[in-house]
């Protein structure tokens, strides 16, 4: 079993609509969980950042983590067509490595 | 601000032949990783320089692969000899320190025939 589980997709959304990407995570040593965004033929970038439980809200997206089910969730509003992209999450144990441990990436295509 | 520059952006080469990649990380960065992305999977971690000291290569297979940071800017990472299973994204990242942002690169992909 993977430490970081996230389903592939692909996911297909109209234009505006909302849309929910999910992983979920069995080790419990993780406090650090992320958000990339990867569009094709590019390097990964991070979207969103948030330590241990919570929500964090920027702009139109959302990241919610909730540690007793050991899962994340990243929300986005108003999806645009240029939203098209693949998303990574991605976590830490922090401390003296932080290594990232990422998932397998949803791939998202926003229709116009 | 420029960006983690890798070099070359694709590359293909026949099995059993060597390969090297090039990383220059975003200046002032002391943390430089190399990752590996096959098609479809999330990065992993290959290894991590804090300055010219690697920290961490525990997922580095050393019999083909080896890595070097001179002088703690540039860094390499070689592949002598490729295997099929070789065929995949090498990406570059780098960050101000090991608990800060990493910035990737665009990666070279390689292919190997």
């Known amino acids: 079993q993977k430490e970081v589980e996230q389903d592939p997709g692909p996911l297909s959304v109209p234009e505006g609509a909302i849309v929910s990407l999910n992983c979920t995570y069995s080790?419990?040593?993780?406090?650090?969980f992320m958000w990339y965004r990867q569009y094709s033929r590019k390097g990964p970038e991070l979207l969103m950042y948030t330590y241990s439980s919570g929500n964090k809200e920027d702009g139109r997206f959302t990241a919610q983590v909730d540690k007793s089910s050991k899962y994340i969730s990243l929300f986005i509003r108003d999806s645009q067509p240029s939203d098209s992209a693949t998303y990574l999450c991605a976590m830490s144990r922090g401390g003296a490595t932080n290594k990232l441990i990422f998932g397998t990436g949803t791939l998202l295509a926003v229709q116009p | 601000e420029a960006g983690v520059v890798q070099s070359p952006r694709y590359k293909i080469i026949e099995k059993k032949q060597p390969v090297a990649f090039w990383c220059n990380p975003i200046?002032?960065?002391?943390?430089l990783y190399w990752y590996l992305q096959n098609l479809g999977q999330g990065p992993e971690l290959l290894i991590r320089y804090e300055n010219e000291e690697a920290v961490d290569d525990s997922q580095l297979p050393k019999d083909r692969f080896s890595a070097e940071r001179l002088k703690g800017v540039d860094s390499t990472l070689k592949i002598q000899p490729a295997e099929l299973g070789d065929s995949a994204v090498y990406l570059c990242?780098?960050?101000?320190?090991?608990?800060?942002?990493?910035?990737f690169g665009p990666g070279t992909r390689l292919t190997v025939l």
């Open positions: 990242a780098s960050s101000l320190g090991p608990y800060n942002e990493q910035f």
């Open positions: 200046s002032g960065h002391n943390t």
């Open positions: 080790n419990s040593a993780f406090q650090y």
